[in-house]
């Protein structure tokens, strides 16, 4: 089945500075990969996704790149922001939201004032 | 973006007692929904999938009869935690989907607690 690794597990930088994550993924049958942002005590919430036919996609200050050929996805903050702190999740999934998503352990980013 | 809601958001029972957890899609049909458990500092990790009007699938590992799916409407899924234990405390998580190839929603969880 699916596995997914995210580094690092932990992430502090300093306000105003970027922030990458990084998963890996084993399952060459997965074609979609969203990251969600989880606050204490919540459910985790869609910052941005990617589908396999598309390299990179930016949203304002974050971006993801998703390179299928190493099987590996990246998630890029710029600009941190104090209330960019949270715990950031990675998922892999054969299909999107019908399928079940196979989730990475998680990076808890702390952005320093 | 769709809005799921999970009820209630707290729960403290006492060991043997069952609890129900729902899942509500508030604004659209939810064809699929799962079920996700969560320990403190960890991942989610998927317990079971459901779709409407038919039985749950569990992943490897967790028990059906203790872990009860009912995915009886478009719009509700419950999980019932039977005869639970103090090992059962977790933060429960729901999402769901319209089945058309668009993303996952999730609940704002539940945190239970098993004394």
């Known amino acids: 089945g699916e596995n997914v690794e995210q580094h690092p597990s932990t992430l502090s930088v300093q306000e105003g500075d970027s922030a990458v994550i990084k998963c890996t993924y084993s399952?060459?049958?997965?074609?979609?990969f969203p990251w969600y942002k989880q606050e204490l005590g919540k459910g985790p919430q869609l910052i941005i996704d990617i589908r396999s036919n598309v390299g990179e996609k930016k949203d304002q200050r974050i971006a993801v790149t998703l390179n299928k050929t190493a099987k590996h996805f990246s998630l890029h903050i710029t600009e941190t922001q104090p209330e960019d702190s949270a715990v950031y999740f990675c998922a892999a999934s054969q299909g999107s939201g019908t399928y079940k998503y196979i989730f990475g352990t998680g990076t808890r980013l702390k952005v320093l004032a | 973006g769709a809005v799921v809601s999970q009820h209630p958001s707290r729960v403290i029972c006492k060991s043997g007692t069952s609890v129900k957890i729902e899942c509500r899609s508030l604004d659209f049909q939810a064809t699929t929904m799962f079920w996700y458990r969560q320990f403190p500092k960890q991942s989610l990790m998927l317990m079971a999938t459901?779709?409407?009007?038919?039985?749950?699938?569990?992943e490897q590992g967790v028990e059906k009869d203790k872990f009860l799916i009912n995915h009886a409407s478009l719009t509700l899924s419950t999980l019932t935690v039977t005869s639970a234990h103090p090992e059962d405390s977790s933060f429960y998580i729901c999402?769901?989907?319209?089945?058309?190839?668009?993303?996952?929603?999730f609940g704002q969880g539940t945190r239970l607690t098993v004394v």
């Open positions: 459901s779709n409407e009007g038919s039985k749950a699938t569990y």
């Open positions: 399952d060459s049958a997965s074609n979609y």
């Open positions: 999402s769901a989907t319209t089945g058309t190839g668009t993303e996952a929603f």
